[in-house]
C-alpha cells in the first residue's frame, strides 16, 4: 500500500502538462485504494522505525559514498557499529536495496598472460578440424591456471579429440 499511496502522493506534487489532471478520487479508484486510507496515510506521522530507517539510511549514504562505492552490507554494518549503531545486516540490506546501494563484489583480476605483439602465431595443424573419425588421431591440450591458498598452480591438459576424455 505504501508504494500506491507515495506514488498517488508524487502524482499530486508534479505539475502535468495535460489540462485535466488525475484527482485523488480517480487514482485512488484506479489503483483500487481507498480514498480515506490515501489520506489517513498523508496525515499520520511517521513511525519511530521510519524515521530511524531515514537516519540510517543517510548514515549508510555517506558511508558508501566515502568508500568510493565499494563497500557492500557486511562493511558498511561494521563502520555502524563502530559509530555506536545497534544494527543488524539484514537491516542495512534492506535498505541499501531499497535505495539501489549495492557494493564492489570479486576480487582483482589477476593479468596471467601478456601477449607478445611480435611473435609469430603457431601453426594450425589441426587444420580446424576438431572431429576425428578414430581415437588417439587427433590431441589437443589447454593450460589453466587455479588459486590455492598456497599461490597460483598451473594445470595442463591432453585431451583425445575423438571421445574427448582426458588422457593426460
Known sequence: MRAVYTFIAEE???????????????????????????????????????????????????????????????????????????????????????NGWEGETGRRKVRTTIVDRGAQAASDHVKRDFNPTEPNQTWCGDITYLRTAEGWLFLATVIDLF???VIG
Not at 487514482?27 to 480514498?35: A, D
Request: net charge positive; proline share 4%; charged share 30%.
Open 12 to 98: 499530486q506534487a508534479t505539475p502535468t502538462n495535460t489540462e485535466d489532471p488525475w484527482s485523488v478520487a480517480e487514482m485512488c479508484r484506479t489503483l483500487e485504494v481507498s480514498r480515506s486510507g490515501y489520506y489517513d496515510w498523508v496525515d499520520r506521522t511517521p513511525s519511530e522505525r521510519e524515521v530511524t530507517d531515514r537516519m540510517l539510511e543517510v548514515e549508510i549514504e555517506a558511508i558508501w559514498e566515502c568508500s568510493g562505492r565499494t563497500y557492500g552490507v557486511p562493511r558498511i554494518t561494521a563502520w555502524l557499529h563502530k559509530q555506536g549503531f545497534a544494527v543488524s545486516a539484514k537491516r542495512v540490506a534492506r535498505l541499501m536495496g531499497r
Open 163 to 165: 571421445s574427448r576424455r
